[in-house]
Structures are given as structure tokens and as C-alpha cells.
């Protein structure tokens, strides 16, 4: 069985709320191969899917074993298999970041696919802690290649591979992402157990009467 999103109501509703987020013309050669006679619009929901079996919502889901470099991308219909040997092999060109990375608003889209994977990853195995988040984002950034801490880290590594496989990133503008995401991670996090992160995700996406509080 495949997953191929585990997000429901406004969350997965603002995962196309920002406009068109694919430009086949930006895509590595493989993946515009692999999405060739595919349209995309501003409601695709091409995203890295999940291997499975069982039900999110009734707390019975269980991931099947996970190979960073085979990719499963998917929409409400099809999936896609995407053979990735490396992130800095997606490097493209070498721009510096453009500064304040967070705010200057050239990589809204970057941020959005990565954070929201990082709900539905959520919603399918439950919060992920600050504290992991935080690691995994500086594993990302300062050993791209380098060994898997678990399936979240794989999962992730994977959705940073579809981020650079379909926006042409450099290196540094990568790490500098990467790095703004952990400083978020850090700020967010309260204690060993604290989950404010994806809380904070959670948040952005959903109607202020249904917000969860932060751990103190």
C-alpha cells in the first residue's frame, strides 16, 4: 500500500495555496523525463510519498523499511519511482543565498515542501521532537551523504532531494536553508520532549481555533 499524503483539510490545501510550485523547465533532466506529458498546475500535489500499511487517523500505520535513494513521488492518481544517488549531486550553479533567507521571500516554496512533509510525516508516525528535527536539518546541511540517523533523517533526505531536484538551488543557498530551519528548531525547543516545531507547522496551516498550545 502507498501513501500519498497524510494530510487532510487546510493543511493540504496549503500545499497549493502559494501559486504554481512546479516549473517542469527547473526540473534536473530525470525528473523532467519522468514528468514528461504531465501538466502541472497551481493544485498539483506532487509530493514524496510514503510506503505503508494501516490507517493515520486511527493511530494503526506502520512505514515500511525506507531506501533514501529510491524516491516515490506522487499525486492523487499516479506514482512515480525516482532513482536519487546523492544531494550535492542536485547542486545547481553556485548563486550565494540572497539575506535575510527567511524573509526576502525568493525561497517561500523551498520552505513550504519541506515543512509540510514534515506535518505529514507527522500525521502518519506522530509529532517528531525539536530536538530531532533540529539534527536532522543539521545533518542535511553539513553531511548531505552522510549516514542515516533513522527513518525520519531518510524521509527528510528524500524531500530535500525533490526540493533540489525541481528548483535549481546552489549548495550554499541548500545549507542556508537547511540552516535557518535548525535555528528554528532551536528556538522552538523547551526541553528533551518539547514538539513546538511541528506545532508551530501546524499552526500556519490550520484555523486558529484548533491550534495546539506549546509545551512550556
Known amino acids: 500500500m502507498w501513501i500519498a499524503a497524510c494530510v487532510p483539510g487546510p ?11 512546479f516549473e517542469i523547465e527547473n526540473f534536473v533532466p530525470e525528473l523532467k523525463q519522468l514528468f514528461s506529458g504531465y ?3 497551481e493544485d498539483s500535489t506532487v509530493h514524496v510519498g510514503m510506503m505503508g500499511q494501516g490507517d493515520p487517523d486511527r493511530g ?5 523499511p ?15 519511482e525516482w532513482h536519487v544517488d546523492s ?7 553556485d548563486r550565494q543565498p540572497v539575506q535575510p533567507i527567511a524573509d526576502c521571500g525568493l525561497y517561500d516554496d523551498a520552505f513550504l515542501i519541506l515543512e509540510w512533509h514534515v506535518v505529514s510525516l507527522s500525521y502518519a508516525i506522530g509529532d517528531r521532537f ?29 524531500v530535500a532531494a525533490f526540493v533540489l531536484g525541481t528548483r535549481p538551488l ?10 535557518w530551519l535548525e535555528r528554528l528548531c532551536r ?21 486558529e481555533d484548533d491550534a495546539d498550545d506549546f509545551e512550556p
Not at 539534527?135 to 542515516?148: A, K
Not at 546552489?170 to 540552516?179: G, L, P, V
Request: aromatic residues 14%.
Open 130 to 158: 525539536d530536538h530531532e528535527m533540529q539534527e536532522i536539518y543539521s545533518h542535511l546541511r553539513r553531511r548531505p551523504e552522510g549516514r542515516s540517523t533513522g527513518f525520519t533523517h531518510d524521509f527528510m533526505w528524500q
Open 66 to 80: 525506507l531506501n533514501r535513494h529510491e524516491v516515490f513521488l506522487a499525486d492523487d492518481d499516479k506514482l512515480w
Open 11 to 21: 493543511e493540504r490545501a496549503a500545499f497549493t495555496g502559494m501559486g504554481m510550485l
Open 187 to 207: 528556538s522552538f525547543a523547551s526541553g528533551p520532549s518539547s514538539k513546538n516545531y511541528v506545532r508551530h507547522l501546524r499552526n500556519l496551516y490550520t484555523p
Open 39 to 41: 501538466s502541472f498546475s
Open 60 to 64: 494503526t500505520f506502520e512505514l515500511a
Open 170 to 179: 546552489s549548495k550554499a543557498e541548500f545549507e542556508a536553508i537547511m540552516a
Open 87 to 93: 544531494l550535492s549531486g542536485l547542486f545547481r550553479g
